[in-house]
């Protein structure tokens, strides 16, 4: 059973770098075929995928946001990391990591196996 544990601090200042981690048990992130996402979902809306790191550390962003982010992997720790630069409190949000099976639907949320609880991020101004 694969569990996934987003961390990170729960506030931070508006134009600074919000940094998290995903810390995945039960299974090895560079398993042949698992891509691994970032997706977040700010109060009272809809989920937004915004980036994805694969078995193989290939990368994908949504681009929207590609500027602004990084998605790195520590396969040592079995660990993601996210990064999102110069932000505003419009990144207020929950952040969920979760794992997919299929390259080619990083933004089908219904097809991802596996979850992190979430962890909020609130912005300040």
């Known amino acids: 059973q694969v569990q996934m544990q987003e961390a990170g601090p729960g506030l931070v200042n508006s134009s600074q770098t919000l940094s998290l981690t995903c810390t995945v048990s039960g299974g090895s992130i560079t398993t042949n075929y698992c891509y691994w996402s970032w997706i977040r979902q700010p109060p009272g809306k809809g989920l937004e995928w915004m980036g994805a790191?694969?078995?193989?550390?290939?990368?994908y962003y949504s681009p929207s946001l590609k500027s602004r982010t990084s998605i790195s992997r520590d396969t040592s720790k079995n660990q993601l990391t996210l990064q999102l630069r110069s932000v505003t409190p419009e990144d207020t949000a929950v952040y969920y990591c979760?794992?997919?099976?299929?390259?080619?639907?990083?933004?089908?949320?219904?097809?991802?196996?596996?979850w992190g609880k979430g962890t909020l991020v609130t912005v300040s101004s």
């Open positions: 790191i694969a078995y193989s550390a290939g990368t």
């Open positions: 979760a794992r997919g099976r299929e390259v080619g639907k990083l933004t089908y949320y219904a097809g991802m196996d596996y």
